[in-house]
Nanobody, 114 residues
């Protein structure tokens, strides 16, 4: 079955960096668009970034453009989210998702606080 396992979250000070990873299994990763979403406390889940097949068509939410970078390694069935210059408002649970399969990981908590 489809499995998505996120890791890399944690507590970081404003201005710091984190790299999230999502290891996928149970489907053809290389043929799948991959996305990162997040849900902040009291807010709706929002799309953060997406990367298409062969790393074409990378898209970002306005709030993270220029600070976050999504990438993928098809040999490792892994999608990454490099997050730089983190802000307090980036605090959320971050989820990996395969849109065409409507499958989600369990999420990883990112907390940005001084």
């Amino acid at each position: 079955q489809v499995q998505l396992v996120e890791s890399g979250g944690g507590l970081v000070q404003p201005g710091g960096s984190l790299r999230l990873s999502c290891v996928a299994s149970g489907f053809t990763f290389s043929l799948s668009t991959m996305t990162w979403y997040r849900r902040a406390p009291g807010k709706e889940r929002e799309l953060v970034a997406s990367v298409g097949v062969a790393s074409f068509n990378r898209n970002y939410a306005d709030a993270v453009k220029g600070r976050f970078t999504i990438s993928r390694d098809d040999a490792k069935n892994t999608v990454y989210l490099q997050m730089n210059t983190l802000k307090v408002e980036d605090t959320a649970v971050y989820y990996c998702c395969v849109p065409r399969l409507a499958s989600w990981g369990q999420g990883t908590q990112v907390t940005v606080s001084s």
